[in-house]
């Protein structure tokens, strides 16, 4: 079963856009709010919906061989700082919430 990965906007795109989360797509600015990696930027490098965690670029971990991962992150602990408006659908969504 795949789980919508939503998260909450930050508060001038809530203002914006008039609405106060959005589904995470590749390529969104977020910035971790809890957690261990708290006031950390990046852009998400991928999605899971099957788990439901989304992975972005600054956020890694090390193995004990000293190989770096992507560590995956829970929706509820992020804040979407900018949006990927590349698809057309997307942008439309979000103008007609206004």
Avoid: W
């Avoid at 509820?76 to 919430?97: A, F, G, P």
């Amino acid at each position: 079963m795949k789980k919508d990965v939503r998260a909450p906007l930050s508060k001038e795109l809530k203002e914006k856009y008039g609405t106060r989360t959005v589904r995470v797509r590749k390529g969104d600015t977020i910035k971790v709010v809890r957690g261990d990696y708290k006031n950390v930027e990046g852009k998400v490098e991928r999605v899971d919906p099957k788990n439901g965690f989304i992975y972005v670029e600054n956020v890694t971990g090390e193995k004990v061989d000293g190989s770096k991962y992507l560590s995956p992150l829970n929706p509820s602990k992020i804040m979407v700082q900018s949006l990927n408006l590349d698809d057309k659908l997307r942008r439309n969504v979000l103008e007609q919430r206004k």
